[in-house]
């Protein structure tokens, strides 16, 4: 008889439902890096899903973009240049959760390729551009200036918004040259317009250039799902280092680039992910100096008025 019940119970649940995966909204600062393309290969390999995730991805036009989206409660998480968590001591409800990206081996300085800039040494009283005020490529021009011995305002920084509207300032010559994506960089070398002139990530080794940022109320509320969250992320990035090929593919369809191309991103970035998301104090320090040398701060916030080390590292 109870053998009987047994196999009837077991019968009766497994005619139910499976529970629903929780939905996370996440968006990525930008669509033109290829590091963001880890949230599309997690998705689309089951990775997520795997860990009880339903990620609802968005792109947006820019960090400030996506902290305001966060800001607004529109987002749970938010992938994003380590510039953002600034806004955390000024009041945003936002806290950074892990570390996605180190050294920003992501970004390239480029320029025609008729320009009179040749060597790095040429970008001195230059102009770069870039995304928004107050985000990564600002401060990536300032870094470069810095280790040159220019000083922070050696190299102009301009934002301008778009990498389309970053370009069209580069043609027309209101700017001198670009801070952007290495896909980008590759892209304009293919129509024969510009080229990579130096990779930064070198110039900041030492550094954090990217976190994984999410609202304080989704951390208090649904700590379980930020944390699973997180063993899909990363274990989607586990998943790219050891398949090229099948993340290629998934980058080139999302970004509509040549694979190719992202074939040569792949090997210059792949090395920049945080395995495990762990904080590194020099490389937070680091951030913190930045929030200062880009007027955001005026000095030096505590770790835990920007981060949370709660969650990491992420063991999957």
Not at 89 to 106: L, W
Not at 173 to 196: P, Y
Not at 264 to 290: I, M, N
Request: aromatic share 8%.
């Amino acid at each position: 008889m109870r053998k009987a019940a047994f196999f009837a119970a077991a019968l009766l649940l497994a005619g139910l439902p499976a529970h629903a995966a929780d939905k996370v909204r996440v968006a990525k600062a930008v669509g033109s890096q290829w590091v963001y393309t880890v949230l599309d290969v997690g998705v689309e390999e089951g990775i997520f899903a795997k860990y009880g995730i339903d990620v609802e991805i968005s792109t947006m036009t820019g960090e400030a973009r996506m902290q305001q989206a966060l800001t607004a409660g529109s987002l749970d998480i938010g992938m994003a240049g380590s510039s953002g968590a600034a806004l955390s001591v000024k009041g945003a409800p936002v806290i950074a959760i892990a570390v996605f990206i180190d050294a920003p081996s992501n970004f390239a300085v480029v320029v025609l390729n008729d320009s009179p800039i040749k060597t790095l040494a040429d970008l001195k009283g230059k102009s770069l551009s870039g995304a928004t005020t107050g985000g990564l490529p600002e401060w990536l021009v300032k870094r470069l200036a810095v280790t040159q011995g220019w000083g922070p305002d050696g190299i102009r920084s301009v934002s301008v918004g778009s990498p389309d509207a970053s370009i069209s300032a580069m043609r027309t010559r209101q700017v001198d040259g670009m801070m952007t994506a290495n896909s980008t960089g590759f892209t304009l070398e293919k129509q024969g317009i510009a080229h990579i002139l130096i990779h930064v990530g070198d110039y900041a080794k030492d550094y954090h250039s990217a976190l994984v940022f999410a609202r304080n109320d989704f951390v208090a509320q649904s700590p379980d799902v930020a944390q699973r969250y997180l063993k899909g992320m990363f274990a989607s990035v586990a998943f790219i280092r050891a398949n090229k090929a099948k993340s290629v593919e998934i980058a080139a369809k999302v970004m509509h680039l040549d694979p190719a191309i992202l074939d040569r991103v792949y090997d210059l970035e792949v090395g920049a992910f945080s395995s495990d998301g762990h904080f590194d104090p020099k490389a937070v320090e680091l951030v913190k100096q930045s929030f200062i040398e880009m007027g955001m701060l005026t000095e030096k916030p505590r770790t835990d008025e920007i981060l949370t080390s709660k969650f990491v590292p992420v063991k999957f």
